[in-house]
Structure formats: structure tokens, C-alpha cells
């Protein structure tokens, strides 16, 4: 039974658009015409079995739609959109999967489209370092989350059944108190983890809480105890080291030099220092940068005669000398000079037996051995629970997103780059 008014009329739906309704349209029923919300795209999907050298099969399943390319504006038209090339819009695919959960590419795309897509659009002389920027992002996401959902699902395997029970009351006790601590009520919570994580209900932010402790407690049983450090990786460490915790002696030498054809100079500096004017004094009359300062030279076991760049007459010349005292005037082929030794400098030495020294030292390590320790525990982790090849699940999110974000503008170095 048809129950629209007789009076009733159709009118387009750029009138409901602010400030666009005509003049005299009141409407109290609409009917607007079915065609205006039949979407424009033709949806396609796809589905592709590859087979390898072993004879393995791999299927994937990729959607798409066919568009004009036409976003709709304020007043309800439609204007084409360059970004939408030849018409095809990659909409999602199944790029794999691991512990029997699929995997799409848009969980991993979403999150990251607008970077991607400022990368994409870059100047052509950059092209070829954006598409490994691109390259970077890609995989980055892809080993992350990978690592994440093996280490979730060995850690909930991990927990024995009589355990199971209090980890739910523990998952109660987390949402209750984030409840209170977020307003006393539970919409109140929702709204404000909405806020901070768009997208996330509670039972999600629930849920990541309860991950992260699972796989902090893993790892803790699991690569923790691996990352032994031991007194004798601390000593060779420090050893290794060693001139940063011991600094040498810095030996500061100042030096003032005159060109012999300049005699009004030469006669000018004789004079100041005859008057008893100190080095600096006399450096500063003469206008000579850095105070005078000449070089600095670090001294080691031999002293100023195991300084690799200096001849042996300065040599001879700087081992004579005292602090404070001026030596010269020298006259040389071109310059008459004068020099002294400014107070050396030394860096206040740390011993091995420093107990904060020690446990900088620890903790390096520890960071260290935990790092390489992870990603062996990781990889074990990837060689028992994937049944698919991880760089062909890599490969495909690549291609995908290639085909969304960069589409037609792919460098020309790109088929030469290294997966």
C-alpha cells in the first residue's frame, strides 16, 4: 500500500544542504529516489591461486572497484578525482594468513594512509628515496605485527587451565578500575578512550592491556633469563673503552708567529713581552685568535715524542717548556715565533670499580644480549606457528599498497630495488 501523501513532491538532495533549501519547501515527507543512494563504484573481487615450486598453493582474494573517479561537493555535484587513476580503486585483500586469523591489507594500511600518501605524491628527484621510505613503512608494520600476534598466541598457549579463570577476573578487575579512573561510569570511560584512541571500544582497551602484560611476562620467562651478563663481559667492555672512562692528558700549546719581512711586528711583540706582559696579554694586542691557543695534543704513554704530527725541532721545543714560560723569539725561514704551554686538561678518570659505572656498563649489555636473544626467540617462534611464507605475505601488502598509494608513479629504479 502506497502511503505517500498527494501532495507530496520530489526535490533533489542538494536542498537539504545548508543554506541551499529553495524557497517554499517545508517538507514534512520525502521521498527521495532509490537511484541517489545506489553507490557509484562497481565492486569487484578477485581471487588468485599461485602454486610454487613445491607445489604449494597460495590464495589470495583482492576486491576493487570500478569509478568514474567523482567526489561529491557542497552543492550535491560531482567533480572528477585525479587521484583515482583509470577508474580502479583497490578496496581491501587477504594477504595471508597466520594461526588461521586472516589478514587484510587495510589493518595495516589504515592506520598509516595519510604518511603514505604524502610519500607517493613526492617531487620526481626524490622519487627513488621515497619509494624506500614507502618500502620501510610497509615492512615495518608488517614484521611489528607479526611479532605481536606470534608472542600473544604463545603466550596465551602458555597459560595452563586453572589459570584461565583468574586471568578473566583479572580482566574484569583492569575494565572496572579504568571505569573509575575514567569518570565512574562506563559511557563516561567509552567516550574518553575514544578520545584518546579513536576507533577503540573498552573491551578493546581491555584487551591490549591484557596482551601487553601476557607478552611482557613471556618475555621476561622466555629471553630474559638468555641475556646473561657476566663480570668478565663488564671488564671487556670497559676495556674496550678504555680511553673514554680514562681521557688522556690534553697538552695545550699557544704559539704567536710573525712574518720576518713584517719587522714593525716583530719589534712590536719584542717589545710587549720585554714590558713583562704575560702570553695572553700580548696575544690579545696582536689580535691572535683563540687567546694564542695554537693546538691541542692528546699524550699517551710517550708523551709529546709519540705525537705523530709534529717534527722533532717543535718536539725539543715543547718538552723545554714550562707552563706560563715563553719560549722565543725563534727565528724559523719565514716567521719568528714564540710559544708557550697553556694548563693542560684532563678528564676526571672513572674506574671499573664505580658502581654506576658498572651498571651503565651492565645495562648496555643486558640490552644487548635481550635484543639478539628476542629475535632468536622470535624467529623460533615464526619457524613453529607460520604455515605461510612471511615474505610472500610481505611482498603482496607491498604490491597492494603500490597499487593504491602510488599507482602509475612508480620510479623507474624501482623493479631494481632489493625486497
Known amino acids: ?50 602454486v610454487d615450486a613445491s607445489g604449494k598453493a597460495t590464495t589470495s582474494v583482492t576486491r576493487t572497484m570500478r569509478t568514474p573517479g567523482s567526489t561529491i561537493g557542497a552543492d550535491g555535484t560531482k567533480t572528477p578525482d585525479a587521484s583515482i587513476t583509470n577508474g580502479i580503486w583497490p578496496v581491501d585483500s587477504l594477504i595471508g594468513q597466520i594461526n588461521g586469523k586472516p589478514l587484510y591489507a587495510n589493518d595495516f594500511l589504515i592506520p598509516r594512509e595519510d604518511r603514505l600518501r604524502r610519500i607517493a605524491t613526492g617531487t620526481p628527484n626524490e622519487r627513488e628515496k621515497a619509494y624506500e621510505e614507502f618500502r620501510r613503512i610497509i615492512y615495518e608494520a608488517f614484521d611489528q605485527f607479526v611479532n605481536n600476534e606470534l608472542v600473544i598466541s604463545e603466550a596465551e598457549s602458555t597459560i595452563p587451565d586453572e589459570a584461565k579463570e583468574g586471568l578473566l577476573a583479572w580482566m574484569r578487575e583492569l575494565q572496572e578500575k579504568e571505569i573509575a579512573s575514567r569518570g565512574g561510569t562506563r559511557s563516561e570511560a567509552e567516550r574518553s578512550i575514544e578520545e584518546e584512541f579513536p576507533g577503540m571500544t573498552i573491551e578493546d582497551f581491555t584487551k591490549r592491556q591484557k596482551n601487553e602484560a601476557l607478552a611482557n611476562d613471556l618475555m621476561r620467562r622466555r629471553v630474559r633469563p638468555r641475556a646473561i651478563v657476566s663480570w668478565r663481559d663488564i671488564d671487556r667492555l670497559y676495556m674496550r673503552n678504555y680511553e673514554v672512562y680514562n681521557p688522556p692528558l690534553m697538552l ?12 714593525a711586528k716583530v719589534d712590536q711583540v719584542k717589545a710587549l713581552f720585554a714590558e713583562g706582559k704575560t702570553f695572553e696579554e700580548v696575544a690579545a694586542a696582536m689580535n691572535v685568535p683563540n687567546g694564542g691557543l695554537w693546538r691541542e695534543f692528546k699524550l699517551g704513554a710517550q708523551g709529546v715524542d709519540g705525537i705523530p704530527d709534529l717534527v722533532e725541532d717543535l718536539k725539543v721545543r715543547i718538552k723545554g717548556l714550562k707552563q706560563g714560560a715563553i719560549d722565543g723569539p725563534v727565528e724559523q725561514r719565514a716567521q719568528v715565533s714564540w710559544m708557550t704551554l697553556f694548563a693542560s686538561k684532563q678528564a676526571v678518570a672513572r674506574s671499573i670499580f664505580d658502581p654506576r659505572l658498572q651498571l651503565q656498563l651492565r645495562r648496555q649489555l643486558e640490552g644487548e644480549r635481550f635484543a639478539i636473544e628476542q629475535n632468536r626467540y622470535l624467529n623460533a617462534l615464526r619457524t613453529r606457528w607460520i604455515a605461510e611464507d612471511l615474505l610472500q605475505m610481505r611482498e603482496r601488502l607491498f604490491n597492494f599498497a603500490l597499487d593504491r598509494y602510488w599507482p602509475g608513479r612508480r620510479p623507474a629504479a624501482s623493479n631494481a630495488l632489493g625486497t
Do not use: C, L, N, Y
Request: net charge negative; no cysteine.
Open 1 to 50: 500500500m502506497d502511503e505517500t501523501p498527494e501532495d507530496s513532491r520530489d526535490i533533489p538532495t542538494a536542498a537539504f544542504v545548508k543554506g541551499s533549501v529553495p524557497e517554499g519547501v517545508r517538507p514534512s515527507v520525502v521521498e527521495i529516489p532509490a537511484s541517489d543512494f545506489e553507490p557509484d563504484p562497481d565492486e569487484t573481487q578477485d581471487t588468485t591461486v599461485q
Open 252 to 263: 695545550r700549546v699557544g704559539r704567536i708567529a710573525v712574518p720576518k719581512a713584517d719587522q
